[in-house]
């Protein structure tokens, strides 16, 4: 840089030893710092762009302006009446919206062959109405007060009035091939239940996870009027579509397979697998004498382990196992302190229960 600069000036007539090399490199420099104040007044103006973009963006998504911007599904056609086939599913609620007729909120029913049927409370109504009874007992409007548990675990009631999910099944034509059925929360939450734990024999317990003392048998329904914390029916109010259900045994924990706001019920024709068997640490055989016998399974926090330690087989009245999801100082390994056959069977939603497994092990000095 140097000699071109002596090079520049000579040939200019001037005094080569008057300028520094660096003298020449300036206007250059200059030149730069230009280009670069041009590109960053450049990508100022394209960032407030973005802003503003992502400003109008947040604005269209906003509750306020969804609310506006949702239809609710077209009306049935002038000669039909009921669940209507639609190409896919449609709801006009998110979470926290509130009923205020009886079409503000459809359930799309999704066969195996991809079919939908979309109703509203007023569709269901008019169909359950006009149709010939499914099987005794299962069929159209049912008010009553349920009993469940959570996983924490507490009890608590729900006054509930709603349609039976048989009847809908049946209005589907579904009823005597579904042997899966989901139900999804218009949030993507949902819950499968397999076709026997959605249609045994299930009860409303008044001495909910004490005892089975004037039990009565209830129903699997599509609550449309209901009460979280009540035992009094006279209590429920509008509130979005709720899947609630009895309890099959008074400390069944059923609550958190209620599923609010239900946008789709999913139907599939193939029985699940069933949950896989249980294991234990340490294994089988020999352990120290007053060791402690832990259950395990890849699923722990899906699913319920019963035992029994007297050879019996287990059901969902014997022994359970992991009580709490939030409290593990309540799911307490087993003490061993003589030889003993401990049983184990795995129920969980969705899926038939597993195959009871066996463990045998011997206390050593």
């Not at 795995?346 to 899926?351: L, W």
């Amino acid at each position: 840089m140097g000699r071109y600069c002596k090079l520049h000036s000579e040939s200019a007539g001037m005094d080569a030893g008057a300028r520094k090399p660096v003298g020449c490199g300036a206007q250059p420099h200059v030149n730069r710092m230009k280009a670069m104040k041009k590109h960053i007044d450049i990508i100022r103006k394209w960032l407030a762009i973005a802003l503003v973009l992502m400003l109008l963006m947040f604005a269209a998504c906003s509750p306020a302006a969804t609310e506006t911007s949702l239809s609710p599904p077209p009306s049935p056609p002038d000669d039909s009446a009921g669940l209507t086939t639609t190409p896919s599913s449609a709801n006009s609620g998110g979470p926290s919206d509130v009923r205020d007729d009886d079409d503000s909120w459809r359930i799309s029913v999704i066969g195996p062959d991809g079919k939908t049927l979309s109703f509203s409370e007023a569709d269901l109504k008019a169909v359950l109405d006009g149709q010939d009874a499914p099987p005794s007992g299962l069929a159209g409007q049912f008010t009553h007060v349920y009993s469940t548990v959570n996983n924490w675990p507490t009890a608590r009631f729900y006054a509930a009035d709603g349609y039976g999910v048989a009847s809908i099944l049946f209005a589907a034509e579904l009823y005597d091939t579904a042997q899966t059925v989901t139900f999804r929360a218009n949030d993507g939450y949902e819950i499968s239940l397999t076709r026997e734990q959605l249609l045994a024999p299930q009860y409303f317990f008044p001495n909910v996870f004490e005892n089975d003392n004037g039990a009565e048998q209830v129903y699997p329904i599509i609550a449309y009027r209901w009460r979280e914390g009540s035992n009094d029916i006279e209590s429920v109010r509008d509130e979005n579509p709720c899947l609630i259900f009895g309890q099959r045994h008074y400390s069944e924990q059923t609550n958190p397979a209620f599923v609010e706001n239900i946008s789709e019920i999913i139907i599939s024709t193939e029985p699940g697998q069933a949950w896989e068997a249980a294991s234990t640490f340490p294994s089988p055989g020999p352990i120290a004498f007053g060791e402690t016998v832990k259950l395990q399974h890849p699923y722990y926090g899906l699913v319920k382990l019963y035992y029994t330690l007297d050879g019996s087989e287990p059901t969902m009245q014997s022994a359970l196992y992991n009580p709490s999801t939030y409290q593990p100082e309540l799911n307490v390994p087993i003490p061993v302190a003589e030889p003993v056959v401990i049983k184990v069977l795995v129920c969980g939603y969705g899926r038939p229960d597993s195959e009871i497994a066996v463990f045998e092990f011997t206390p050593i000095p």
